[in-house]
């Protein structure tokens, strides 16, 4: 009977410690690349540029972490045509959007550079004439023609 613990304690020892170093082996940490919101705008842009070409662009705003886009639980955005998304704020979004492209022409947006220059330009008005707290405007679609 003794022979028959023993085996069993040698069994059962080496489980117990393995599972207990994985009860305890530390969780790997996921670090967000992405810590607010993404809020893509509901219609795309279609706009005139100054050297006679047309540009279509969907702008999309990473909200910063807290910052709503106004969505409330009850009431879901269309997606029709003319409708106004959930961020209380976007018809002046909108307009600075506007005003900052139109004054661009096609190979400004077509670089790289430029375009990053473009999207900080629209990130520094939206900070200054609103309360959105915006850490990142993005260009997910653009076309220019």
């Known amino acids: 009977m003794f022979k028959n613990k023993k085996i069993m304690l040698a069994a059962a020892l080496p489980i117990l410690l393995l599972g207990g170093y994985t009860m305890t ?25 100054s050297d006679g070409r047309y540009v279509k662009l969907t702008v999309a705003l990473e909200l910063a972490p807290g910052q709503s886009d106004g969505a409330v639980a009850g009431a879901a955005a269309s997606s029709a045509e003319g409708s106004a998304g959930t961020l209380p704020e976007e018809p002046l979004v909108r307009e600075i959007v506007t005003n900052t492209v139109t004054n661009q ?4 947006l077509v670089a790289p550079q430029s375009r990053r220059t473009i999207r900080r330009q629209i990130l520094a008005a939206i900070e200054k004439q609103t309360d959105v ?4 405007v993005l260009f997910p679609d653009l076309t220019v023609q």
């Open 25 to 49: 082996k530390p969780k790997p940490v996921i670090k967000q690349k992405i810590k607010g919101s993404i809020y893509v705008m509901p219609q795309a842009f279609l706009l005139n540029l």
């Open 105 to 108: 022409n096609g190979e400004e």
């Open 133 to 136: 707290k915006v850490q990142e």
